[in-house]
């Protein structure tokens, strides 16, 4: 059973190559996009940010740390998008709102990144390393899978609605299509799992390196 759903998603893979190309370079032009946009602050937007990542430090030091509201916030935040996806890639607006998602979400990590790096120096560069990346390893995958499936569905029901082809299992499509999304799913709250209770150890024995 494994090889068959192995040989199913490699399958799923190769049909849909340009697509998943797509989708990673739209990524990497978010992560672009907001790595650029830290030039254009000024420093009152600068100093906000760095009173709440200071915060945060202290924060991640004190008794209001929790790794299950990491958890929980981490699964509510990234299913937002995944659900945002898997509904949109059915309804046939897929094609303009699913880019845009994944656009955002580099965006949000090129910025994120680009900002540590930036005010910090070498500490941000660590901090990247050992509180974003592990988690991101995992998510960013399973989100640019989710994209491309649903990027995948969408052009695949309005090549049909044009073709006006019947006769179509259009039930065993959805089943294939949210079982696809399901699979990259688990990969996602795996990395849920590492933000919430792998990345703040890592965070703590950095401080006190730094310390």
Known sequence: MPNKVKRWLFKQFQDNFIIYF??????AI?????????????????????IFLNSFFKTMDGNDFSNTSILKQSLIDNFKTVGIMWIT???FI???IIPTSILFRGF???FTVGFLVH???LEGFLFSTLGILPQNLLIIPGIISIASIGMAYSIDRIKM?????????????IVDYTILISIFSIIIVLGCFIEAYISPIFLRLLKDYLN
């Open 30 to 50: 978010g992560i672009v996009i907001g790595s650029i946009t830290i030039k254009i602050l000024d420093f009152n937007q600068k100093n906000d940010i760095m």
């Open 22 to 27: 797509l989708i990673i370079i739209i990524f």
């Open 89 to 91: 890639g059915m309804i």
């Open 108 to 110: 949000a990590l090129g």
């Open 161 to 173: 609605r044009k073709a006006r082809v019947k006769h179509v299992n259009a039930f065993g499509k």
């Open 94 to 96: 897929g094609i303009p």
């Open 119 to 121: 005010e910090y120096g």
